[in-house]
């Protein structure tokens, strides 16, 4: 059933004295501002705390209000629900709010107003900031030993999934993050062959790196394969049927212990891990140790590509991974761009000894993407390919390496931060 829920929080109320310890006079008073309001009141509950104030419950036809006072905090709690049975029924609710707000006059109100009866995906950024998208429905939901997954239907994106509640690929944009992980890298690369997805399940960046001619293989190493069957089930739009491709090969295993595994080299190592917070469990492969044997793992020439996060929201993150990057990988090259899904400005790096990917021009990619036959790019092309690698100020600093200075005899003075590369 959908509905409206009203919650506030009032704080510094400067009502009469005594009005929140009156329990009893308070029912009357509410009972009268719920009729007025044009709601139905079908019973009432209220209790007095003895030396404090009080709590209460009114039954409604259309739902409930509750209320709960605090005198020594000078604060009431609200709390109002009415479901959509009739029209005008949620304007009644908020006269109704309005009007025991004004009762209690607090001299603040924190108000919120929560529709009831659709999905509300919540994407945290950090522990104060973060957006939502509404759904209208859920597809499925599965808990596997490795994570809780879920699939909801929405109007902004189409099907989106979600990953331990964060969001991690959706039908509509995933253009967006994919072609930005891998072409970038790709397409500065002479000619890759061999490929590494850490990741990636959903099967969006192998489906990118097949466009490129060379390519002879590409291994996607997932540690869950339920994350595949999801994806087969509910995104071809995404992977295109890719994992019927003869040049992919899956593999089910912990990243990590893959890459101590492996003999072979990469021309391109990916990244595509949706859980890069500090108490996520990809956090292994963000250590200096797996980027030292990441790097061993590169062919000559070879490139790791990888998120970092949102600058803006999580900068102490972004910072310290690029600061591990620039200690282990001679060339590193950050860039940016806006993910739909993510909510926010997305940060991402190219890393390398030898590849540098913002050293080619606009017109040189250009003539890459013509030249390998690159097909179905909407997002990627020479333009782009320069401007993710332009740098605001702020994140230059973020992310610019030290350097260290030295006396006119060799010795070390001290270490300052340098402009980015």
Known sequence: MKGMHLVGDLTGCQCAPGTLRAGADFEARCTDLVREAGLHVVGTRFHQFEGGGFTGAVLLSESHVAIHTWPDQAGVTLDIYVARAEPGTVERARRLFDAL?????????????????????????????????????QLGEWQTRHQRMAVYDTPAFGKVFRRDDSNAVSEREEFVYHENLVHPTLSAHNAPRNVLIIGGGDGGAAEEVLKHPTVEQVTLVESDDAVLRVAKDHFESVHRGVFEHPKLRVVIRDGLQFLHETKEKYDCIALDLYDVDAAGSAQALFTVEALQRMRQALAPG?????????????????????????????????????APLFGAQWAMAVCSDKLDPKAYTADEIDRRIEQRRLQDLRFFNGETHEGVFALPNFLRDLVAPPRVKLSTRGRRLNVVRSAAK
């Open 101 to 137: 707000v004004a009762h209690f006059a607090p001299a603040e109100t924190a108000r919120r107003a929560i529709e009831r009866g659709d999905h509300l995906l919540m994407e945290s950024l950090n522990d104060s900031t973060g957006f939502y998208i509404r759904a209208d429905r």
């Open 302 to 338: 070879g490139a790791l590509v990888l998120h970092l996060g949102a600058p803006s929201a999580q900068a102490e993150r972004v910072g310290e991974l690029a600061q591990r990057l620039n200690s282990v990988f001679r060339i590193v090259r950050p860039y940016t761009v806006f």
